[in-house]
């Protein structure tokens, strides 16, 4: 037995049917995790996936009310949404739900209504080295990695840390650009770290570089000063961590941190 609702979504108000009886359960378990932002969820034979109910009347003030044409969501895998739109509130997604509920569930400050586009998951950079973001296109192609190697080298030697950040800075903004909301990034200047963290809404890894090759320092004593860095470096979001790094560019013991 279903009702329609003053949004038009239908809703079940009956026993769960045997076959419903799986969605029932889904929905039970999405209503506790959404009880403190006063939601329940109900599930319907007649719609694949329970939909989310605000349980008082009035419409919840909301930041944001996204609608775009597409919805592709992390769960469930593989779906692909139409018609439905994205809740915001304080920069946390409140919920995704069929467009024509939103309306009547959410007092949106800012409605964003995209029609040429698809929302996916903020994208992850799992490998990046944005300090050296502003030497892409500087050099001409290598013949060899080690010349690539030496190059890079060289081109540092004249750079400051104002450089340094600068280059981190332009890369992390097109990480952003591009839809990129978490970098691992591979760090050879760890004093540009927290400032450049709090420049960034980035989620950002930074492993730090352990490499030797110039200085000839002592191993341990490289690997004890990036571990009383990272313990030194608080920040919300980010965090901090050691690279493994490659034997050709650090010393023997140090390839194996
Ligand atoms: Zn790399």
Redesign the pocket.
């Known amino acids: 037995m279903h009702d329609r609702c003053a949004s038009g979504l239908d809703r079940c108000v009956g026993r769960p049917a045997r076959a419903g009886a799986r969605n029932a359960d889904r929905a039970r378990s999405l209503s506790a995790r959404c009880a403190p932002a006063g939601h329940a969820w109900h599930y319907c034979r007649r719609v694949p996936f329970p939909a989310c109910r605000r349980e008082v009347e009035a419409p919840a003030k909301i930041d944001a009310l996204i609608e775009p044409r597409w919805i592709a969501p992390v769960r469930p895998a593989g779906a692909l949404l139409q018609g439905h739109a994205i809740a915001v509130d304080r920069g946390v997604i409140q919920a995704v739900l069929p467009a024509a509920a939103a309306s009547g569930l959410y007092a949106a400050r800012n409605v964003v209504r995209l029609p040429d586009h698809l929302v996916v998951p903020g994208l992850v950079n799992a ?3 944005l300090d050296y973001t502003s030497m892409a296109g500087e050099f001409p192609p290598p013949t060899s990695f080690t010349d690539w190697i030496k190059l890079i080298t060289a081109a540092k030697a004249g750079w400051s840390y104002s450089d340094y950040a600068e280059s981190w800075l332009t890369g992390a903004k097109m990480l952003v650009q591009t839809g990129t909301t978490t970098v691992a990034d ?1 760090e050879a200047v760890p004093e540009l770290l927290p400032e450049v963290w709090e420049a960034t809404p980035l989620r950002v890894y930074s492993f730090l570089e352990l490499t030797g090759i110039k200085s000839r320092r002592d191993p341990h004593a490289i690997v004890q000063q990036a571990t009383d860095n990272i313990e030194a470096l608080q920040f919300g979001r980010c965090r901090c961590g050691l690279r493994p790094t490659w034997p050709a560019a650090s010393t023997r013991a140090c390839a194996w941190c």
């Open positions: 490998h990046c080295h591979i």
